[in-house]
């Protein structure tokens, strides 16, 4: 009984754990969201499928997703390099 006990907890803290993960991805997905240079990408990755039914096919459509967001990311880190670079100077 105290097995199923232990059992039960650990499956609730990690449920709990999970869903936090969940609710900061999903305000990330909204800020990115808020950025009018990625607005066209996201709905892009949004409509993106699967070349096949298959966990690789779903994992290229995440590469796909991420892909984007990441060069997006990296084009806005150089950016904000260059405006700083300017600003010691």
Known sequence: HQ???ELSS???VAGDELQ????????LQGR?????????D????QRAT???????????????CLRRVLD??????DAWKDRTQ???R
């Open 3 to 5: 097995a199923s006990s």
């Open 72 to 77: 997006w990311s990296i084009g806005e880190a």
């Open 86 to 88: 300017l600003d010691a």
């Open 32 to 40: 990115l969201a808020d950025q009018e240079s990625l607005r066209a």
């Open 50 to 64: 699967p070349r096949s039914a298959d966990e690789a096919g779903a994992w290229g459509v995440v590469d796909g």
């Open 42 to 45: 996201l709905a892009q990755a």
């Open 10 to 12: 650990d499956t609730k």
């Open 20 to 27: 936090g993960l969940l609710g900061e991805l999903l305000a």
